[in-house]
């Protein structure tokens, strides 16, 4: 089975200042999805980004980045020029692409709180 | 733009009750999903949906548990009888058919229907 990792249970960022968060998780498959989920106060659950795992190029969405190590099996998420709205939960997930006639389930880490601070 | 929606935002009810949480998935998506979150804890899948049978399970959604697609629109997820247990926050999503039986790689999340068993 899939297991997801964020070590990380909370991090601060300056507004402005750039922050990474971690993810790492465990497979052995060649072939998924890995995303990051935003979770404001709400819960409701946002996408950010999403990264194939067949694509050597990291995703990049405005000022959200990652940095897909497939060897390492690490997928950390970079929020650059951080605002106030992008304090949240963040989710890492991962999804298979072998059985993805069946839908595929999403596995998610157990979070990463991000404060950021004015 | 085209989103998931869940009624009822919040349901009260007492230890064993039966509720029904509804969601409308996106129009022209196929695949759908609850998931649920304990208060504080990681996001927990729970099954998947396809073609009017479930494609999907995890060791959560027991017995008392059921799906269903009443009609073209509505998804929903019944509880028989609640337990203490299952207050938590659940959440459907769904995602596109590309093709007869496969599904694209994301899942949109509706807003969650926050469950507290008295």
């Known amino acids: 089975a899939q297991t997801v990792t964020q070590s990380q249970p909370e991090m601060s960022v300056q507004e402005a200042e750039t922050v990474t968060l971690s993810c790492t998780y465990d497979t052995s498959e060649s072939d998924y999805y890995l995303f990051w989920y935003k979770q404001p106060p709400s819960r409701q659950m946002i996408l950010v980004i999403r990264q194939e795992a067949y694509k050597q190029q990291n995703a990049t969405e405005n000022r959200f980045s990652v940095n897909f190590q497939k060897a390492a099996k690490s997928f950390s998420l970079k929020i650059s020029d951080s605002q106030l709205g992008d304090a949240a939960m963040y989710f890492c997930?991962?999804?298979?692409?072998?059985?993805?006639?069946?839908?595929?389930?999403?596995?998610f880490g157990a979070g990463t709180i991000l404060r950021v601070k004015s | 733009e085209p989103e998931v929606t869940q009624t009822p935002s919040h349901q009260v009810t007492q230890m064993g009750q039966e509720v029904i949480l509804r969601c409308v998935p996106i129009s022209n998506h196929l695949y759908f999903y609850w998931y649920r979150q304990i208060l504080g804890q990681k996001v927990e899948f729970l099954v998947s949906f396809y073609n009017n049978e479930i494609s999907e399970k995890s060791e959560i959604f027991d017995d008392q548990f059921s799906v269903e697609r009443p009609d073209g629109s509505n998804f929903t997820l019944k509880i028989r009888s609640t337990k203490l247990e299952d207050s938590a926050m659940y959440f459907c999503a769904s995602s596109e058919a590309v093709g007869w039986g496969v599904s694209t790689d994301t899942q949109y999340f509706g807003p969650g229907t926050r469950l507290t068993v008295l």
């Open positions: 997930a991962y999804r298979s692409r072998v059985r993805v006639e069946y839908g595929n389930k999403l596995v």
